[in-house]
């Protein structure tokens, strides 16, 4: 009888292990697992989206036999969503499979733990991403200090101004959205790599310090850096103004990554071919900042007040809030103002949110609190209007019918996973962010 060989093992992989990583997958990001997916608007590699812009102004009272209003009408606009292409990639090589080819289950366990750190991989790093402002931004840069001995210390920026997460390095290491064994690309502000700082694994992170660093095994130059940014590598940015073309996912494309929160509930920020401004302002999110006084780092407490001026100018647009979305550490601010203000039923009704997590309720709202949720903000959100667009979950690249193929002309097997998705919103006015909160006083942790 003949052994295993590549072809009979992919089929057991296919259909093994196939479903465990599409439902775990979704179930794991919170917020992704929340929303709607519209596969059906997909036109292409492009989402169309047809929006009513403004109302008609043929409307008018008028007295007994007075001339009608004129007839008005309607204005229309459409937002266009570019498919985004993700990737995730495991390799094994001829040797350890030569080693387990007499036993499928010795060597379905190998593949098996490479699939399973893939699958955990993509999920963190998509999880990131749907909290992102799709630049890709994982963090900013404060300084690079001299090489030494092949290595050298980058300084993460923790400033409020810079960055995908308010620029906070120190979240980006807690978060594990920096690690040791990591490939990242240092940027400039022009979207340019810059010199010596394209493929730098790093080989330390650091949160412990006042000084919040990364270290990498390349000598980077040492001049400016104040708008140096760090990127995982590969990830192209774009200009926000840039039309499709065939070098770039497509309209107002800001990197390859997806369009996350932090970019579809924003007051300026350009969103499916459409900047809020103008004659367009009716395409911005809202916003608050709480009223509180502004701490030494600019944020500021969060008071109940903030919460509701929100959920009204939400509702005064005409949204309909169905979640709260913030961090673990919002959420503790959250927790002392009821245990000083208020007596709190916990929620029990329905306390599973995707994960299994229970939350406190506000006017009807579940407080949700997630990791990746973006540091020092709370989202306000009609879920509704917020669209995941997908031709379908993570996949394994296996149209030619293998899960596991030749690499190139090495003794080497790989697997490749892709989904193609992005996010967007068909309305962003029934939206709303409140930014800038303080968390444990000056200290703002975020824990």
Not at 92 to 99: D, E, Y
Not at 127 to 150: E, H, L
Not at 264 to 271: D, H, K, P, Q, W
Not at 281 to 296: I, L, R, Y
Request: aromatic share 6%.
């Amino acid at each position: 009888m003949a052994g295993a060989n590549l072809t009979t093992l992919s089929n057991i992989l296919k259909e093994y292990y196939q479903g465990p990583v599409v439902e775990q997958l979704n179930k794991e990001v919170l917020l992704l697992g929340r929303l709607e997916s519209k596969s059906e608007d997909l036109v292409g590699k492009r989402a169309y989206v047809p929006l009513s812009a403004t109302r008609t102004g043929g409307i008018g009272a008028r007295a007994e036999n007075a001339t009608l209003p004129a007839a008005g009408n309607l204005s229309y606009d459409k937002a266009v969503y570019d498919l985004k292409y993700l990737y995730g990639k495991v390799s094994v090589t001829g040797p350890s499979m030569a080693k387990t080819k007499s036993e499928a289950g010795a060597f379905l366990q190998v593949v098996k733990s490479e699939l399973d750190g893939l699958r955990m991989d993509l999920r963190k790093d998509l999880a990131r991403q749907v909290y992102g402002d799709g630049t890709g931004v994982i963090a900013g840069v404060a300084s690079v200090a001299a090489a030494s001995a092949g290595s050298q210390v980058i300084t993460l920026d923790t400033s409020s101004t810079g960055g995908n997460v308010a620029g906070d390095g120190k979240d980006a290491i807690n978060k594990g959205q920096l690690y040791v064994g990591m490939v990242i690309d240092v940027k400039d502000g022009s979207n340019a790599t810059v010199s010596n700082g394209s493929a730098l694994s790093i080989t330390a992170v650091d949160a412990s310090t006042p000084s919040i660093t990364v270290t990498v095994g390349t000598a980077l130059a040492t001049s400016s850096t104040g708008s140096w940014v760090i990127v995982r590598s590969g990830v192209a940015q774009y200009s926000s103004t840039e039309s499709p073309s065939t070098s770039n996912p497509g309209t107002y494309a800001l990197s390859d990554e997806i369009d996350g929160l932090q970019r579809i509930v924003s007051t300026s920020v350009a969103l499916g071919g459409i900047t809020p401004t103008g004659s367009y302002s009716w395409w911005a999110a809202q916003s608050v900042t709480p009223e509180g006084t502004a701490n030494a780092s600019g944020t500021r407490p969060l008071a109940f007040d903030d919460i509701q001026k929100a959920l009204n100018k939400v509702r005064t647009a005409g949204g309909m809030p169905s979640a709260i979305v913030t961090t673990l550490g919002v959420q503790r601010e959250i927790y002392n103002l009821f245990q000083t203000q208020a007596v709190y039923t916990e929620n029990i009704s329905s306390p599973d949110y995707s994960a299994g997590f229970r939350t406190l309720m506000y006017a009807g709202l579940p407080i949700i609190a997630d990791i990746e949720a973006p540091y020092g903000k709370m989202h306000i959100l009609d879920e509704s209007t917020l669209k995941v667009y997908s031709d379908q979950d993570f996949h394994f690249l296996d149209a030619d019918g293998q899960t596991m193929r030749q690499s190139g002309d090495k003794d080497a097997f790989e697997a490749v996973m892709v989904r193609y998705m992005n996010m967007g919103a068909t309305r962003r006015n029934n939206q709303c962010v409140i930014s800038n909160i303080a968390v444990d006083s000056a200290l703002d942790l975020g824990y």
